[in-house]
């Protein structure tokens, strides 16, 4: 169980990430994709790994307690870091109580409904995560930056008006707004990158045999965009950031940086709904009394009655 300075360090930390409800906010200026805030990368290492401790134990009284979900949101440009942040932060949670969903070119059966349809099929139930590897900010993002993609989406003409992406950008925070007064907390992560980084990481994908699957023609064709995303992102981050959903920009040209800030956003999350065990009732405490005396009536001879209170109890002594 975490202690209060653990729970204050943690808000400290990604306090400077967060996108103040209201700003506006310039990328470029705004954020440095470089920054690791005076941290080595061997501190940086420990606390990932006591990041992920905190996360397992939380995550398993969020499924205990079976009240609130968590999703989260994770954008980035190509080369970002999404898939090794997600192996990172994830790596000592209980796979049961996770879910991860990759979004593509939406599907004819996606086409056929609003464009969050298909977003909300992969929510969490109460008392799991969930990850969005990309997410409903593709449709202000991607779709923005190459608007022949609303063909495919067969709105009507109405829809499409100049007033199109404020719409949107109200439509998601109405819907971010009723998941969160339902019990579902958002955690939404935009991984900040800097191009050359990303020349760097594109560079090596080509460099190493076992990366080139990782590598598409469709990357250098989107970086061709890179000042339309950047607008897109300026957009999406000032319209979006939300007292009930913040943005945090994380900077990504570190990745072990990366990790920890993406690590210590999921945790103070989980540390601000401080999920608790169920407590039993009267009732059932007496059959678990009953159960208990059972069970060490049926010791064998020179067993313990009950191993695992004995353990503990020499350990106390």
């Known amino acids: 169980m975490a202690d209060r300075q653990t729970v204050k360090r943690i808000a400290d930390f990604i306090e400077p990430l967060r996108v103040k409800p209201g700003s506006r906010v310039h990328l470029a200026k705004d954020f440095d994709p470089g920054f690791k805030g005076g941290m080595k990368k061997r501190e940086g290492v420990e606390l990932l790994h006591t990041g992920v401790k905190l996360l397992a134990e939380y995550q398993a009284r969020l499924a205990a307690q079976d009240t609130h979900g968590v999703l989260m949101c994770l954008q980035a440009l190509d080369a970002g870091g999404k898939d090794g942040t997600i192996r990172h932060v994830m790596s000592g949670v209980n796979p049961q109580g996770?879910?991860?969903?990759?979004?593509?070119?939406p599907s004819a059966e996606e086409l056929?409904?609003?464009?969050?349809?298909?977003?909300?099929?992969?929510?969490?139930?109460?008392?799991?995560?969930?990850?969005?590897?990309?997410?409903?900010?593709?449709?202000?993002?991607?779709?923005?930056?190459?608007?022949?993609?609303?063909?495919?989406?067969?709105?009507?003409?109405?829809?499409r008006g100049p007033d199109l992406w404020h719409h949107r950008y109200r439509a998601i925070n109405?819907?971010?707004?009723?998941?969160?007064?339902?019990?579902?907390?958002?955690?939404?992560?935009?991984?900040?990158?800097?191009?050359?980084?990303?020349?760097?990481?594109?560079l090596k994908r080509i460099d190493l045999p076992e990366k080139n699957w990782k590598f598409s023609a469709a990357d250098i064709r989107e970086r061709e965009y890179?000042?339309?995303?950047?607008?897109?992102?300026?957009?999406?981050?000032?319209?979006?950031?939300?007292?009930?959903?913040?943005?945090?920009?994380?900077?990504?040209d570190h990745k072990w940086f990366a990790r920890i800030c993406a690590s210590a956003l999921l945790v103070h999350t989980l540390l601000d709904i401080d999920p608790q065990y169920p407590e039993v009732d009267k009732k059932t405490r007496k059959a678990l009394r009953a159960a208990k005396h059972d069970l060490e009536a049926e010791a064998p001879e020179g067993a313990a009655r009950d191993p695992y209170a004995a353990k503990h109890r020499k350990g106390r002594g």
């Open 98 to 105: 996770v879910h991860v969903s990759g979004f593509k070119v």
């Open 112 to 159: 056929d409904h609003d464009y969050l349809w298909r977003y909300a099929q992969r929510l969490p139930a109460r008392g799991d995560i969930a990850i969005f590897n990309r997410s409903h900010y593709e449709e202000v993002l991607v779709v923005r930056v190459h608007p022949e993609l609303l063909d495919r989406q067969k709105l009507p003409p109405e829809a």
């Open 174 to 202: 109405d819907w971010e707004r009723h998941l969160t007064e339902n019990g579902f907390r958002l955690v939404k992560v935009f991984l900040n990158l800097s191009k050359e980084e990303q020349r760097r990481r594109f």
């Open 226 to 252: 890179w000042d339309d995303y950047q607008k897109a992102f300026s957009d999406m981050l000032s319209a979006t950031s939300t007292p009930w959903a913040p943005w945090y920009v994380v900077p990504a």
